[in-house]
């Protein structure tokens, strides 16, 4: 049996979220998910990556949940 979490928000990306992408990896890893999938908001919904950035850095800002967790995951065995 597989276990994935298959809508996740980091506090990175969205402003609904409180866990950052690297807390959500270890907290669904000890409860024996196999992996996650990150689905933070875009700019035009409830984003927590300020509006008054170019372009560039809101892109860079908006996948920084995903590399955290990503790299967490990576890190302790949980695909991201």
């Given at each position: 049996m597989f276990r994935y979490e298959?809508?996740?928000h980091t506090c990175q990306g969205s402003a609904c979220a409180s866990s950052s992408g690297a807390e959500h990896a270890?907290?669904?890893?000890?409860l024996g998910?196999?992996?996650i999938i990150v689905?933070?908001?875009?700019?035009?919904g409830n984003t927590a990556v300020p509006r008054?950035?170019?372009?560039r850095e809101r892109v860079e800002r908006f996948f920084e949940g995903?590399?955290?967790a990503r790299?967490?995951?990576e890190r302790i065995g949980l695909d991201v």
């Amino acid at each position: 049996m597989f276990r994935y979490e298959t809508h996740m928000h980091t506090c990175q990306g969205s402003a609904c979220a409180s866990s950052s992408g690297a807390e959500h990896a270890r907290a669904y890893k000890a409860l024996g998910y196999q992996g996650i999938i990150v689905t933070d908001h875009f700019f035009r919904g409830n984003t927590a990556v300020p509006r008054d950035l170019s372009w560039r850095e809101r892109v860079e800002r908006f996948f920084e949940g995903y590399e955290d967790a990503r790299a967490e995951g990576e890190r302790i065995g949980l695909d991201v």
